[in-house]
Nanobody, 124 residues
């Protein structure tokens, strides 16, 4: 089992940047595919990005391609999400997730472990 704790959220102006971190404890994060999801108020949880165990392969939702970058440092048991050119509609709680079978699941229910989330607010 793995425990996940996100950090790095906050308030940023439209067009600005934030870097989120997801620290893992318990089993080593290198055993898991990792992903970021986000959920805006009153909306479903949406897939943002995922990364394979080594960090060599990544997968992004269409709305964030070219602006967000997912990465990982297995030595630090940490996964990151660099977010650039943020938009007000991207205000949401961002959560990281872990899964042992695949990095390609975009459905939240396919991911086994979740952090509590970190709030990102983008002002216009």
């Amino acid at each position: 089992q793995v425990q996940l704790v996100e950090s790095g959220g906050g308030l940023v102006q439209a067009g600005g940047s934030l870097r989120l971190s997801c620290a893992a404890s318990g089993r080593t994060v290198s055993r898991y595919y990792m992903a970021w999801f986000r959920q805006a108020p009153g909306k479903e949880r949406d897939f943002v990005a995922s990364i394979n165990r080594s960090g060599a392969s990544t997968y992004y939702g269409d709305s964030v391609k070219g602006r967000f970058t997912i990465s990982r440092d297995n030595a630090k048991n940490t996964v990151y999400l660099q977010m650039n050119s943020l938009k007000p509609e991207e205000t949401a709680v961002y959560s990281c997730a872990a899964e042992q079978a695949s990095m390609l699941y975009t459905t939240p229910s396919r991911w086994d472990y979740w952090g509590q989330g970190t709030q990102v607010t983008v002002s216009s």
